[in-house]
């Protein structure tokens, strides 16, 4: 069973404004990754059903970061793990123990945070379908990051799982960084903090 990895992501919270979910599929946004960091487990599940509602419709992947359990749960498409969650290899086996598989029947989505050549090729030994790499540039979307990578981390770590960059991206720097071989990229900011996120989104979608 093969993976399928949307080449442009849109990192999702309860504070952004969900009623622009549909239209960002439906203008091409790809995959939906559902971050809601400070949510109760009942209401991250809450708010992956919504968002599974709204953008599946259109073909758009929907993965939970952190937590497993919901995304079997919610029947989410994937699971994203970071560095201290549950590990690739334990996700991997208890995903396809329970038969999950993504909306369309392909491989149910393992993916994780790597910051380095090395731990791609850990990732992927361990059974993960791609892996965030990040941050790129510098970002204030998130706290306690470490120092940006830069666009040649991304060259040097390209080519042994679908790499998906993150970190301060917007629609001037992905040409960048997909030239250095990301297979896509991974924004909040860069849709959400724009006056018109749609027309951002848009824009993103070519850029990619």
């Known amino acids: 069973m093969s993976a399928v990895v949307p080449r442009l992501w849109c990192l999702v919270d309860a504070t952004d404004d969900l009623t622009l979910l549909t239209r960002l599929a439906e203008v091409g946004v790809g995959g939906f990754q559902v971050r809601a960091k400070r949510a109760t487990t009942a209401e991250l599940l809450r708010l992956t059903r919504v968002v599974l509602a709204s953008v599946r ?47 369309d029947g392909t491989r149910f989505l393992v993916g994780g945070t790597c910051r380095d050549r090395a731990q791609v090729e850990a990732a992927r030994d361990a059974g993960a ?9 510098a970002t204030t979307s998130k706290t306690g990051l470490p120092d940006p990578l830069g666009v040649e981390a991304v060259a040097r770590a390209a080519g042994v799982l679908p790499l998906v960059a993150i970190g301060g991206l917007d629609v001037t720097t992905v040409p960048a960084v997909r030239a250095a071989g990301a297979h896509g990229v991974a924004v909040i900011g860069a849709i959400w903090r724009p ?10 979608v070519r850029a990619v």
């Open 195 to 204: 006056p018109d996120p749609l027309a951002a989104a848009e824009a993103l």
């Open 129 to 137: 379908d791609y892996v965030g790499f990040g941050p790129v540039r």
């Open 57 to 103: 419709p259109c073909g758009a992947r929907v993965v939970v970061d952190d937590r497993l359990d919901v995304a079997l749960a919610a029947g989410a498409d994937g699971v994203h793990l970071g560095a201290d969650d549950l590990p690739v290899h334990d996700a991997r086996a208890l995903a396809d123990a329970s038969g999950a598989s993504a909306a």
